[in-house]
């Protein structure tokens, strides 16, 4: 079965400061990726979504960005964190086109921006 | 754009009682995908409706899907406390991935 691993777990970054969460994928080969964030309280943003090496989507824009260096590894970073970027950042993978599959998510992480 | 929208956002109900939470989507779809988050914690993926009229159980809860109506329920039999999280329903299939629901949060109380 799929598992998606997620670190770090939780984190607290200045303003301004870099950042970058790491995703890794074990179970399955070629997944779809993702990035969503959760905001405190509830709703999921997706953020970046990846079909494959080197191939990324953004649905929103922001200070964030994302890359894909292998088959199995998903990276979001930023430059300069914003207060605003702070949330619960998820971590997801599957093989939406097969029939039956979901999207599974990793732990999670929590980044608190001060 | 596809939207998704669930009620009740909150629900507070007393165990061994039955309830329903209903999700309605915007646009065709075939997939629904239905999910737990516990308190401070990552999405547990719980059903997959694959077509209209699929049904699904695990334990105390049914999911069903009627894409016609564009709309899935996910039905809670006699409710126990473990039970108490937030569901989220989702929809989508294609690679960009799910749209997912405000989210139900659910207090189950004794």
């Known amino acids: 079965s799929q598992t998606i691993h997620q670190w770090p777990a939780t984190l607290v970054q200045p303003v301004g400061s870099p950042l970058s969460l790491e995703c890794t994928v074990e179970?399955?080969?070629?997944?779809?990726l993702y990035w969503y964030r959760q905001a405190a309280g509830r709703g999921l943003q997706l953020l970046f979504y990846?079909?494959?090496?080197?191939?990324i989507s953004s649905e929103v824009p922001q200070n964030l960005s994302a890359s894909r260096p292998q088959d199995r590894q998903f990276i979001l970073s930023s430059k300069k964190l914003l207060l605003s970027d702070s949330g619960f950042y998820l971590c997801?993978?599957?093989?939406?086109?097969?029939?039956?599959?979901?999207?599974?998510f990793g732990e999670g992480s929590w980044l608190t921006v001060v | 754009e596809l939207k998704v929208e669930q009620n009740p956002l909150f629900l507070s109900m007393q165990e061994g009682k039955n309830y329903t939470i209903y999700c309605n989507y915007s646009?065709?779809?075939?997939?629904l995908y239905w999910y737990r988050q516990d308190p401070g914690k990552s999405l547990e993926s719980l059903f997959v409706?694959?077509?209209?009229?699929a049904v699904k159980q695990e334990g105390r809860l049914m999911a069903s899907l009627d894409t016609k109506a564009r709309l899935s329920t996910l039905h809670i039999t006699a409710a126990v406390h473990d039970l108490s999280a937030t569901y989220f329903c989702?929809?989508?299939?294609?690679?960009?991935?799910?749209?997912f629901g405000k989210g139900t949060h659910l207090i189950i109380q004794p």
């Open positions: 997801a993978g599957g093989l939406l086109g097969s029939v039956g599959n979901t999207i599974y």
């Open positions: 179970g399955t080969s070629n997944p779809n």
């Open positions: 990846s079909v494959g090496i080197g191939q």
């Open positions: 646009t065709t779809s075939d997939r």
């Open positions: 409706l694959l077509s209209n009229g």
């Open positions: 989702a929809v989508g299939g294609g690679a960009d991935g799910l749209t």
